[in-house]
């Protein structure tokens, strides 16, 4: 979704006009007094977003700078939880994905941020996501959207046709037969694929791209020929079967980037991670872009299906009220142009996106720029992995486990996601 940057920045200086007047000249962001934010943050060492926007923002607003609480970025939320809940948390923290905003609303850990929503207007992908009962409670910087992956030269060996624009689930399924011959024929100890041992390989697309499709339904039908393409093509030697993916604790990274694996379907944030272990000699020196995802059929060539959470930033509701207009200016910033532009020139996918921020990102050194690479960045309808709802979670636990039923071989496809219908009808909806 695109806006001209001109209306962009006179939004955000709406918003920030908003917000002097909502608190008054007393507040010392207003004054001119110093304030310090504290933000909740994981792996500072090698996410380099945080300080990013940190920095970025402190350098038009040399009175408001932002600090880090560090989390376990696995056990984010439950430590995030426990400090709500002993009230420890940060001033300003990171709803990492969907699937518990229910749970910090609810539990009125979240201040109202409408005020910054409105600002914002049509330019932040994902903003809806965080509505409840007419009220915005958090909004979107970042909006990850997933991709194909591709090895050129990996292709270029095997004799394979490089992936299209209108690339459906047929077409993948016909280049990793002729990958896996190809490169076997050539030498290559490459697999043809590679997907991650997370439910999400399977899960987000299928409901995605399945029309009618409805993760609180209890009915998980949609999800079987995705697990069945999945199986197929671990059978035939394409891609390395789940279980030793998960015995081996493979990384995803190391598979695609030391050239394992020709094509691999992953979130967007990695194209800034295979850019710096690239630079850093992490990952193997080769060519490589992304793609759309695959698609169900040709219906949706021109505008691709794919899925993706945003990343959000909401106000902690016991936030103290003197810094409650700096939080929402750094919000303003982080989820406005001049937060993207940010993001984007380190290779991170934001939520708002303006040509501005579509330059900077191809800008970045080891970026690809080509044609298919910047059709997949702008070109895309992304739906949430986590719908909104007060069940989500719970839904998701017990389908993380019919995930590994099936990949693993203990279930077949039929009878898991049946299983998986009637435990979530029953556990979760408390219906039959």
Known sequence: MQRSRYSVLAASLAALSLVATACGSDDPADAGGPVTLSMSAWTLSSTPEFQKLADA????????????KEYDATNYDTQLTADLAAGSAPDVYVLKNLKNFVTYQSGDQLLDVSDVASSLGSSANGLANYKAEGVTYAVPYRQDSWYLYYNKDLFAKAGVQPPAATWTWADYEKAAEGLAKGLKDSGSPAKAAYQHVWQSTVQG???AQTQGADLISGDYGYLAPYYKRALQLQQSGAQVDYGTASTNTLQYQAQFGTQQAAMMVMGSWYVATLVAQQKSGAAQAFQWGFAPAPQRDASTKDKPVTFGDPTGLGINAAIDEAKIA????FLAFAAGEGGAAALASIGVTPATLTDTVTGA????????TDELSRFAFTNHDTKAENPVSPHTAAVQNVLRETHSAIMSGSSPVEAALDEAGKRVRSEVLQSK
Do not use: C, T
């Open 57 to 68: 923002f402190h350098a038009q607003n040399p009175d408001i700078k932002v600090e880090f």
């Open 205 to 207: 697309l299928a409901l």
């Open 326 to 329: 700096a939080a929402k200016k």
């Open 361 to 368: 990102y191809f800008g970045v050194a080891g970026v690809p």
